[in-house]
């Protein structure tokens, strides 16, 4: 099995399928690289796609001290992964957790980033919700230390915007919730603590948003209600940002509805390879509706 040493000595679990430009898949907190399968076969024909396990999350390895855990970390773990396969640079494309994985890695690591597909990003970021947000953290780590993960699993697969998978397609749900049970409970009360709790809110980063210039395309779900916000408050600040939305889909996008996703990722990564992604017309964004005065 291939592992990744990051630069903390952790090891982490990474599948490659295909070749020719890389296309790096970053998964969120109620995942694993096992989500991923349908991007791994779709982009795997054409490029060479990546995914792998975060800390915390086997096989790669699940450090029981959670100041081994932040958002920091997160970014620089998918260098990590490049690195272990000889890439300077590649398209990195997230979800939820690994969304913001993703946006941390365009800004600490902008050099490596061809692209970055941004998706699902905004849980706990809203102004006046980051309280509420971190209360849910601790109330998720103390269940998972005191009920297990497969009861976590049991209730955690049913938030209000993950019904949507569930209505949509019963057999791809029960695969992801059956997969959300074999996680560690270590690793997942870890993650909520070290990152997902102390993780800087998307309004507290306009500046360095503002700075990015590594192509973007950032990606929700209609009824992914947390997300809506800040997606749009992220195409607003980063200057080469695009906004799709997909319409009656929820959080779990990627597995939810492979299909969109993975044609409006394929037509952004055609664009950026040809060198026809746009910067922001400043034009675009005066204050008239018109343009008239």
Not at 16 to 22: A, I, L, M, Q, W
Not at 81 to 104: N, P, Q
Not at 253 to 279: C, K, T
Request: charged share 20%.
């Amino acid at each position: 099995m291939p592992y990744a040493t990051t630069n903390d000595g952790v090891q982490l679990y990474y599948e490659v399928s295909g070749s020719g430009t890389p296309v790096i898949f970053v998964h969120e907190f109620a995942g694993d690289h096992r989500a991923w399968e349908p991007q791994m076969r779709h982009f795997g024909r054409r490029y060479m796609a990546i995914t792998y396990a975060a800390r915390g999350y086997p096989p790669s390895d699940v450090p029981d001290d959670v100041s081994k855990y932040s958002q920091a970390r997160a970014a620089d773990d998918i260098a990590a992964v490049l690195d272990a396969l000889g890439i300077a640079k590649a398209h990195v494309v997230g979800l939820s957790m690994g969304g913001f994985a993703t946006l941390h890695f365009g800004f600490r690591h902008p050099d490596r980033a061809l692209s970055l597909v941004v998706a699902g990003c905004g849980y706990g970021a809203e102004k006046g919700a980051s309280e509420k947000f971190r209360s849910e953290v601790d109330a998720v780590a103390a269940f998972l230390d005191s009920e297990g993960i497969r009861a976590f699993a049991a209730k955690y697969a049913y938030g209000p915007t993950r019904v949507q998978f569930e209505n949509k397609d019963p057999r791809g749900f029960a695969e992801f919730k059956q997969q959300l049970s074999e996680h560690s409970a270590i690793g997942a009360r870890n993650t909520q603590l070290g990152v997902q709790k102390e993780r800087p809110s998307l309004y507290d980063l306009v500046d360095q948003m503002k700075a990015l210039t590594v192509p973007t395309l950032v990606l929700t779900g209609d009824e992914d209600w947390p997300c809506l916000q800040p997606a749009l408050l992220m195409k607003q600040t980063i200057p080469t940002a695009a906004l799709s939305v997909m319409p009656n889909c929820g959080h779990t996008i990627n597995i939810e509805d492979p299909d969109q996703f993975n044609r409006l990722v394929s037509d952004f990564i055609v664009q950026v390879d040809a060198g026809r992604w746009p910067v922001r017309d400043p034009r675009a964004m005066v204050a008239s509706i018109t343009g008239m005065k």
